[in-house]
């Protein structure tokens, strides 16, 4: 799409996990318009709202409720509006790790992914979204997109904020998230559900379902990442594959392994660029399910350690950890465990040095037979 287009974006669902009060799913759907078609787009919005009644008040998706033949002749007047329908539908039950149920980390991922989703799809963009009401999410997403946005990769894009009872176009955002919410979520389906998404197809552009099965090919076509390295991704992507594949969860250590790669898969899904996971934002997520919080020194021997020696590459820093995928990425991990490997090999050197010139080289403090590997590393280094 070569063309500048706004969107008006608004939200369906909450971060709450109690799936016996709460809904399913947590969905956002943008109205898309070319700039050059927005004042029509008002009128004829105007004239819709006159038809079904909104002269005083908004046309929010709510006030329809479970009237669901007046949404179907609303519906049908919106699916005839010169506008294309992108929405981010996410089921909440499938999302890996009880850490989602804190509201800071459910926001965080979905932030992520539907600010890579919105800006890899539409690269040329204004974005606005509903300042007021009950819309945490978008008013989290505003000051992450001002936060993150980076006008070198995303030219021509712009986003902002305005009032839904002042916008028509926010409403009409707010209906269409809203009936996604009765096609979708588990408390809101009924007969209708199918009704309501095939008079609204003729509008929509896509719906991304998350989280989706995860495939390579998924990550390539989804990547933003100029540093993204096709190659590196890809033989770290199989050796995590065929560990989840080929290994249960029969211990502690193993649940361990086993929940941390599927979250760095996770975020690797949704992160932009491919950014590293703080150690404190991966134990909030492990510890939910665990009877005993993760003790650092278990988590970097037992979990992460146990990993790299059976040939998973993880990359480490002081930012966190992450699923290589560049050259930039090992090469972090690399000078990473230079800093803490070269200084204690030196420091064990210097006292095997002391010790064999004080006892004339009768004592090696090496040479028992536990320690022949690092005596045969220290031999071929000095």
């Known amino acids: 799409m070569n063309n500048i287009v706004t969107a008006f974006a608004d939200e369906f669902g909450n971060n709450s996990f109690d799936f016996e009060k709460q809904g399913t799913h947590f969905i956002v759907a943008a109205v898309i318009c070319k700039n050059d078609n927005?004042?029509?787009?008002?009128?004829?919005?105007?004239?819709?709202?006159?038809?079904?009644?909104?002269?005083?008040?908004?046309?929010?998706?709510?006030?329809?409720?479970?009237?669901?033949?007046?949404?179907?002749?609303?519906?049908?007047?919106?699916?005839?509006?010169?506008?294309?329908?992108?929405?981010?539908?996410?089921?909440?039950?499938?999302?890996?790790?009880?850490?989602?149920?804190?509201?800071?980390?459910?926001?965080?991922?979905?932030?992520?992914?539907?600010?890579?989703?919105?800006?890899?799809?539409?690269?040329?963009?204004?974005?606005?979204?509903?300042?007021?009401?009950?819309?945490?999410?978008?008013?989290?997403?505003?000051?992450?997109?001002?936060?993150?946005?980076?006008?070198?990769?995303?030219?021509?894009?712009?986003?902002?904020?305005?009032?839904?009872?002042?916008?028509?176009?926010?409403?009409?955002?707010?209906?269409?998230?809203?009936?996604?919410?009765?096609?979708?979520?588990?408390?809101?389906?009924?007969?209708?559900?199918?009704?309501?998404?095939?008079?609204?197809?003729?509008?929509?552009?896509?719906?991304?379902?998350?989280?989706?099965?995860?495939s390579f090919e998924e990550l390539m076509e989804s990547n933003i990442d100029e540093n993204f390295d096709p190659s590196i991704a890809s033989v770290c992507y199989q050796r995590i594959s065929k560990f989840l594949n080929n290994v249960n969860g029969d211990s502690q250590q193993k649940i361990d392994q086993i929940k941390f790669l599927k979250l760095l898969l996770l975020f690797q899904r949704s992160n932009p660029k491919n950014k590293f996971i703080t150690t404190k934002e991966i134990f909030s997520h492990l510890n939910q399910s665990r009877s005993e919080n993760l003790k650092e020194e278990y988590f970097r021997s037992k979990v992460v350690g146990s990993l790299r020696d059976q040939g998973i590459l993880i990359a480490s820093g002081r930012d966190g950890y992450k699923i290589p995928s560049n050259a930039k990425d090992l090469d972090t991990f690399v000078k990473h465990g230079k800093r803490i490997v070269v200084p204690m090999l030196n420091r064990i050197q210097q006292a095997r040095d002391a010790i064999r010139l004080a006892t004339g080289n009768e004592l090696d403090i090496l040479a028992k037979n536990e320690l022949k590997e690092l005596k045969n590393l220290l031999d071929r280094w000095s």
């Open 38 to 214: 927005l004042a029509k787009l008002y009128e004829d919005i105007n004239i819709l709202r006159k038809k079904h009644n909104f002269q005083s008040g908004e046309m929010k998706s709510s006030g329809v409720a479970g009237n669901h033949s007046r949404r179907k002749r609303i519906l049908e007047d919106i699916a005839k509006l010169d506008i294309s329908v992108y929405s981010v539908v996410v089921d909440k039950r499938k999302l890996y790790g009880k850490g989602f149920s804190i509201k800071k980390s459910f926001y965080k991922y979905l932030n992520n992914l539907v600010y890579k989703e919105l800006y890899r799809t539409f690269p040329k963009l204004e974005l606005y979204v509903d300042e007021h009401g009950g819309n945490d999410f978008m008013l989290e997403f505003k000051k992450y997109v001002h936060k993150n946005h980076d006008l070198n990769l995303f030219s021509g894009s712009d986003f902002g904020l305005v009032e839904s009872d002042k916008s028509f176009y926010i409403q009409i955002a707010d209906f269409v998230a809203g009936t996604l919410g009765y096609v979708f979520d588990e408390k809101k389906k009924s007969e209708h559900s199918g009704t309501f998404l095939e008079i609204l197809k003729p509008i929509i552009t896509s719906i991304d379902e998350f989280p989706k099965d995860y």
